[in-house]
């Protein structure tokens, strides 16, 4: 990954092939904004003309590169748009500044090295740079053939370095913020990877796997349950929906554990590493991107990864529950009848709602350890996406003040979520006459009927919410900001501060 680094040194006479500059969109056209005070004196102060006369305006999104002036040790200057100009006594928003961080380090694809001048007021504003720096750095090219051809390789090497000017390498917030932006980005990054990883390759086995590595490098305890123990241990969701596939499905758990620890906190993901539908199969058009449906799952690991790095004082539990959806002559038909592991019957009656199949078991495995909290996160329905578009999550609670405190902790990372409703009305939809529940219900509000679902599989008493991140967990339109085609990390940055939180004791 990109090597996040912080200097004392001048934008003037820092070494590097790029200086990036923020520029924000004032009342009477673009305003360079501070940080970047010694390269517009390069400029002779006219460095926000030049970039009117480029046509730049300041707004989010924009990047305008300029060669340098004499005056600056380096060759090009990049410009990047923070979007409206903050009124007065206030400084720029941190994901303005993580959004440009990240377009500049997007930008920057091919370049080794690059110091960053943008507003530094604060810690908090030195961590969203890094972050923004290390996600926008991100790229997938673990599958691409560069047939020997090296410049073609370095021309899409991702940026080596991000110096971030105006810091204070010996300030220990400073240096706390940025190893913080390092731990986490490079967790995000490692969710984008599974995300991205085709299903070829990342099965519920191979997934278990990466678990595997990853808990002996991080000193975190693993369990794997395999087929055998699941169809022993009577997991008939899990199960249920992975005898199709030749892969067989996995639960994992990943626990970190901290001895000052006064809450524990259960993460469970959804995992399907690809859902064709099963026998109730999708039609094309609608499968081409089910590799990311193993995003949930992803992101726990991720998050519980990123709490041991950060060290929390917080136990955290993650629970991967890994099935490929797949039709056969041994997958689970529409109408069949699964015993979950609750003990309760579930009617199929369409393979396609496997997420929630797969989640309830987890979840009521997850129930038996008796948590502080737990927190779903799944790609579960289609419907969340219809409702909230491609960027923002749902979160569904069985408690109010979980929801928004969660909605709350997504806002202050940077992440777009909004609270949804489990309307206790639309539970009857479910009603099956053969088996307690079925695992469809109404289509009209079919992503609180999914969360309506997951809430009968919740143990007793326990607070839990869930995440639905079908929108956002995999971008297909152009990069924008930090986020980049293909598989996003989304909830990752969530997740970890809700682990903050509740190691501070802010949360209940
Ligand atoms: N994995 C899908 C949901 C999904 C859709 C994720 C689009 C990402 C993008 C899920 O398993 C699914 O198929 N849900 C069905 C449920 C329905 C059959 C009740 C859906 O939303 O259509
Ligand atoms: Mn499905
Ligand atoms: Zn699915």
Same mark, same amino acid.
């Given at each position: 990954?990109?090597?996040?680094?912080?200097?004392?040194?001048? %934008?003037?006479?820092?070494?590097?092939?790029?200086?990036v500059?923020?520029?924000?969109?004032?009342?009477?056209?673009p305003v360079?904004?501070? /940080?970047?005070?010694?390269?517009?004196?390069?400029?002779?102060?006219k460095?926000?003309s030049?970039?009117?006369?480029?046509?730049?305006s300041?707004?989010?999104?924009?990047a305008?590169?300029?060669?340098?002036?004499?005056?600056?040790?380096?060759?090009?200057?990049?410009?990047?748009?923070?979007?409206?100009? $903050?009124?007065?006594?206030?400084?720029? @928003?941190?994901?303005?500044?993580?959004?440009?961080? @990240?377009?500049?380090?997007?930008?920057?694809?091919?370049?080794?090295?690059?110091?960053?001048?943008? $507003?530094?007021?604060?810690?908090?504003?030195?961590?969203a740079i890094?972050?923004?720096?290390?996600?926008?750095?991100?790229? =997938?090219? %673990?599958?691409?053939?560069?047939?020997?051809?090296?410049?073609?390789?370095?021309?899409?090497?991702?940026?080596?370095?991000?110096?971030?000017?105006?810091?204070?390498?010996?300030?220990?917030?400073?240096? %706390?913020?940025?190893?913080?932006?390092?731990?986490?980005?490079?967790?995000?990054n490692?969710?984008?990877?599974? !995300?991205?990883?085709? *299903?070829?390759?990342? =099965?519920?086995? &191979?997934?278990?796997?990466?678990?595997?590595?990853?808990?002996?490098?991080?000193?975190?305890?693993?369990?794997?349950?395999?087929?055998?123990?699941?169809?022993?241990?009577?997991y008939?969701?899990?199960?249920?929906?992975?005898?199709?596939?030749a892969?067989?499905?996995?639960?994992?758990?990943?626990?970190y554990?901290?001895?000052?620890?006064?809450?524990?906190?259960?993460?469970?993901?959804?995992?399907?590493?690809?859902? *064709?539908?099963?026998? &109730?199969?999708?039609?094309?058009?609608?499968?081409?991107?089910?590799?990311?449906?193993?995003?949930?799952?992803?992101?726990? =690991?991720?998050?519980?990864?990123?709490?041991?790095?950060?060290?929390?004082?917080?136990? !955290?539990?993650?629970?991967?529950?890994?099935?490929?959806?797949?039709? *056969?002559?041994?997958?689970?038909?529409?109408?069949?009848?699964?015993?979950?592991?609750?003990?309760?019957?579930?009617?199929?009656l369409?393979?396609?709602?496997?997420?929630r199949?797969?989640?309830?078991?987890?979840?009521?495995?997850? &129930?038996?350890?008796?948590?502080?909290?737990?927190?779903?996160?799944?790609?579960?329905?289609?419907?969340?996406?219809? %409702?909230?578009?491609?960027?923002?999550?749902?979160?569904?609670?069985?408690?109010?003040?979980?929801?928004?405190?969660l909605?709350?902790?997504?806002?202050?990372?940077?992440?777009?979520?909004?609270?949804?409703?489990?309307?206790?009305?639309?539970?009857?939809?479910?009603?099956?006459?053969?088996?307690?529940?079925a695992?469809? /219900?109404?289509?009209?509000?079919?992503?609180?009927?999914?969360?309506?679902?997951?809430?009968e =599989?919740?143990?007793?008493?326990?607070?839990?919410a869930?995440?639905?991140?079908?929108?956002?967990?995999?971008?297909?339109?152009?990069?924008?900001?930090?986020?980049?085609?293909g @598989?996003?990390?989304?909830?990752?940055?969530?997740?970890?501060?809700?682990?903050?939180?509740?190691?501070?004791?802010?949360?209940?």
């Open positions: 990954m990109t090597a996040l680094t912080l200097s004392t040194s001048s %934008a003037a006479t820092l070494r590097a092939d790029a200086i500059v923020g520029v924000a969109k004032g009342p009477k056209g360079v904004a501070p /940080g970047a005070e010694a390269v517009d004196a390069a400029f002779d102060g460095l926000a030049v970039l009117q006369t480029l046509g730049a300041g707004g989010e999104g924009e305008t590169k300029l060669p340098s002036p004499a005056g600056l040790k380096a060759p090009v200057v990049l410009a990047v748009g923070l979007g409206d100009l $903050p009124s007065d006594g206030e400084g720029f @928003g941190e994901e303005a500044l993580r959004r440009a961080a @990240g377009t500049a380090a997007r930008t920057l694809t091919g370049t080794k090295k690059a110091a960053f001048a943008l $507003p530094v007021p604060d810690a908090e504003s030195l961590a890094g972050e923004g720096a290390l996600l926008g750095a991100y790229s =997938f090219t %673990a599958y691409r053939g560069t047939d020997g051809k090296k410049g073609e390789a370095d021309k899409n090497a991702p940026l080596a370095e991000a110096a971030i000017l105006g810091a204070k390498p010996r300030d220990k917030a400073h240096k %706390a913020a940025a190893e913080r932006a390092a731990a986490v980005a490079g967790e995000v490692r969710a984008r990877d599974l !995300v991205n990883t085709p *299903s070829n390759d990342l =099965f519920p086995k &191979s997934f278990a796997a990466q678990a595997q590595a990853a808990a002996k490098e991080h000193g975190l305890k693993v369990e794997v349950l395999d087929e055998k123990a699941l169809l022993k241990g009577g008939g969701g899990i199960m249920g929906v992975g005898q199709g596939s892969n067989a499905p996995r639960l994992v758990r990943i626990g554990t901290h001895p000052k620890a006064e809450k524990t906190l259960a993460l469970v993901g959804k995992g399907i590493t690809y859902d *064709s539908g099963g026998i &109730s199969l999708k039609p094309a058009g609608h499968n081409e991107t089910m590799k990311c449906d193993m995003s949930g799952a992803a992101a726990v =690991f991720a998050a519980v990864v990123a709490v041991a790095k950060l060290g929390l004082a917080v136990n !955290v539990t993650g629970w991967l529950a890994l099935a490929e959806n797949m039709p *056969s002559g041994t997958a689970t038909r529409p109408g069949d009848v699964l015993k979950m592991y609750s003990g309760k019957t579930v009617e199929v369409n393979t396609d709602a496997e997420g199949l797969v989640l309830a078991d987890a979840l009521t495995r997850a &129930s038996e350890e008796n948590p502080d909290a737990i927190v779903d996160v799944a790609t579960l329905t289609g419907a969340m996406v219809l %409702a909230l578009g491609n960027r923002t999550f749902g979160v569904m609670a069985n408690d109010d003040a979980f929801r928004a405190a909605h709350e902790i997504a806002e202050e990372v940077g992440e777009q979520a909004w609270p949804m409703p489990l309307p206790a009305e639309l539970r009857k939809s479910m009603d099956s006459p053969v088996a307690d529940l695992n469809m /219900g109404e289509r009209m509000g079919g992503g609180l009927v999914a969360g309506l679902f997951l809430k =599989f919740v143990g007793e008493g326990i607070t839990w869930h995440l639905d991140i079908a929108g956002p967990a995999f971008h297909e339109s152009a990069p924008y900001g930090y986020t980049p085609k @598989g996003t990390g989304s909830a990752v940055r969530t997740l970890v501060r809700l682990a903050e939180r509740t190691a501070d004791g802010d949360l209940g």
